[in-house]
């Protein structure tokens, strides 16, 4: 359990399968949701929590979009997205395009741009 997508989200780690249902995270389709108003910290430590099951896992099932055999690309591409916007920098995302995302990623800008400020 961590804090990343809302107080007490929860991933599921079915050992035996080595299976990860991440939950709001590590979505193919969408940008990292981090809790409102503005809890980028929480959402990068619920990165790491989640990077040893993603290590170990044969298959990572988000809540949002397909489920996948390299979890550690999804984890990669959060954390590239993250780490681009607490640098001032703009990310390159092919998720930004998808529909709703540039309405998240103008908050994120925001929250970062304030969290950095």
């Known amino acids: 359990m961590h804090d990343a997508h809302a107080p007490g989200h929860a991933a599921v780690w079915l050992s035996g399968a080595r299976v990860l249902l991440a939950g709001d995270m ?29 290590a170990r ?3 990572v099932v988000p809540g949002h979009g397909r489920p996948t055999s390299d979890g550690a690309a999804r984890l990669d591409a959060d954390r590239r997205y ?3 916007l607490l640098a ?8 930004r395009a998808n ?14 741009a304030a969290l950095c400020g």
């Open 82 to 84: 993250l780490d681009a």
């Open 26 to 54: 590590l979505s193919d389709v969408e940008l990292p949701l981090p809790f409102d108003p503005d809890d980028l910290p929480a959402y990068l430590a619920g990165l790491d929590r989640l990077a040893p099951y993603v």
């Open 88 to 95: 001032g920098r703009a990310p390159e995302d092919p998720r």
């Open 57 to 59: 896992a044969r298959v």
């Open 99 to 112: 529909p709703g995302m540039a309405e998240v990623h103008a908050r994120l800008t925001a929250l970062a």
